[in-house]
């Protein structure tokens, strides 16, 4: 059963860190592109890092850039996403979703796979 499953939201304080698991069941990720997305409270869903198939390159966007970083372990078969320098506008639901590795992006209208989410509250 193909599956994504993120884990490892919470609750932190502003400045803090987290770390986003994005572990895969049922497909090989490094076979795929896998982006992270945010959903703010009232908000759209917005894409906010890419980490390509196969060689791995990443992009970001620009609210996050510098703050955020996306790995893959090919052994676990798991996405990561590392949340540094954290803000209350960084609150919301992050999504994982998967692309094939030949569409060589992860806009959200073309991504194939979607986890359910997990919640990051960044509040004092």
């Known amino acids: 059963q193909l599956q994504l499953v993120e884990s490892g939201g919470g609750l932190v304080q502003p400045g803090g860190s987290l770390r986003l698991s994005c572990a895969a069941s049922?497909?090989?990720?490094?076979?795929?592109?896998i982006g992270w997305f945010h959903q703010a409270p009232g908000k759209e869903r917005e894409g906010i890092s890419c980490i390509l198939g196969g060689g791995g390159s990443t992009n970001y966007a620009d609210s996050v850039k510098g703050r955020f970083t996306t790995s893959r372990d090919n052994a676990k078969n798991t996405v990561y996403l590392q949340m540094n320098s954290l803000k209350p506008e960084d609150t919301g639901i992050y999504y994982c979703a998967a692309s094939l590795i030949t569409k060589r992006q992860c806009a959200g209208p073309i991504m194939d796979h979607w986890g359910e989410g997990t919640l990051v509250t960044v509040s004092s």
């Open positions: 049922g497909i090989t990720l490094n076979y795929y592109n």
